[in-house]
């Protein structure tokens, strides 16, 4: 198994069709920053649903550690990393070829993702209220025994509480962006739910016969934030039914709104289908997605400036949890154990698209 690396320094690409914005005066709490980044976080939002974030104070020292112990986790045996096995609350292991993709609007996938990946969520203590009362989505994390990767806990663990304040930092951006007061969202991400994908993509020779490392898809998130490894593989599909691969860029994280953003915004934020496919050569490729929603119980309903008497609201209320309960429905190795659940709280009360 190769070496992981992060992307080599180089200048951004200038013509790059993905949106740069540099969130540094902002962050560094310059008079003024607010405004020209929220409207630029605006027309990235409204008119692609990706862009990179240049400006952020997350160490590289610490992106370049995640990827490393991504690597060691995957370099371990399959026992060993099945004794893991993702669990009801989606905490854990799930090997290669453990899943199909079916969160897409634009391709019915048919085959299994050519990837294997371990998830962890807000490392929670075995005593917390919500952990005791068994509370879906509220648990606590599977862990490599510390002798097996000594440090691997609580490198995940640093990188997970840095993503949460840069995300946290970053919503008044996105409230600003929606013509919001800047701290409209402060009660809603109270403690917001959070979950670290780490990815291991083995090489795959093309996209052809519905063959992908991860299928066309969309993601949940309210956003997810991907520091960027020195290897693409990741497509975004623009409105014009494009594909355009996201060039690497060192030192930003490629940012995207996902589909609980989408339904809270009223589809004013799209939530861009993307897909991966490792066609580096005989290499491994790795990916550490970090993707940031709203306390567990706090009710979404449609942003006040997202509805308007020609444009009412598509979606009734819902929540973080009853959401991913039904998004989790979605995929066949967890559906079973939902069969008692209430019926899909994501159906639109008007049909809308894009």
């Known amino acids: 198994m190769n070496a992981v690396k992060t992307a080599p320094a180089h200048p951004a690409t200038t013509d790059c069709p993905i949106p740069v914005l540099d969130a540094a005066a902002f962050l560094n709490g310059e008079p003024g920053a607010l405004e020209p980044l929220s409207l630029a976080l605006r027309d990235a939002m409204e008119n692609i649903g990706f862009y990179y974030l240049r400006g952020h104070d997350v160490p590289q020292s610490l992106i370049d550690d995640v990827f490393a112990a991504c690597a060691r986790f995957h370099a371990q045996p399959l026992e060993a990393k099945m004794a893991l096995r993702a669990n009801e609350h989606n905490v854990g292991y799930m090997p290669v070829n453990g899943y199909v993709s079916k969160s897409s609007r634009v391709e019915k996938a048919t085959r299994p993702n050519l990837v294997e990946a371990f998830f962890v969520k807000r490392d929670l203590p075995l005593d917390h209220p919500d952990v005791l009362a068994k509370i879906r989505y509220r648990c606590t994390n599977q862990w490599p025994a510390p002798e097996a990767l000594p440090g691997f806990r609580e490198t995940i663990v640093a990188y997970c509480e840095a993503m949460e304040r840069l995300c946290l930092r970053m919503t008044p951006v996105y409230a600003a962006a929606l013509e919001l007061e800047p701290d409209y969202f402060d009660e809603a991400f109270r403690e ?5 994908r780490m990815s291991h993509y083995p090489p795959a020779e093309s996209g052809d016969g519905d063959q992908y490392s991860v299928a066309p898809h969309s993601d949940s998130s309210f956003l997810t934030m991907l ?18 691969d996201a060039p690497v860029m060192h030192g930003a994280f490629l ?7 989408r339904r809270w915004t009223n589809h004013r934020f799209r939530s861009t289908p993307h897909r991966v496919i490792n066609r ?22 449609c942003l006040p400036t997202c509805q308007g008497p020609d444009n009412p609201p598509r979606y009734e209320p819902t929540t973080y949890s009853d ?5 989790a429905r979605q995929y066949d190795h967890v559906r079973d154990q939902d069969a008692r659940e209430p019926e899909d709280p994501g159906v639109p009360q008007t049909q809308g698209g894009e």
């Open 192 to 196: 917001p739910q959070y979950s670290l």
């Open 227 to 244: 520091a960027q490894s020195e290897l693409p593989g990741l497509s975004i599909r623009f409105p014009s039914g494009e594909w355009v």
């Open 255 to 261: 940012v995207n709104s996902g589909d609980m953003l």
């Open 280 to 301: 580096n050569a005989n290499r491994d490729r790795y990916a550490i997605p970090f993707f940031f929603d709203a306390t567990y119980n706090y009710v979404m309903d």
């Open 323 to 327: 959401y991913m309960r039904w998004f």
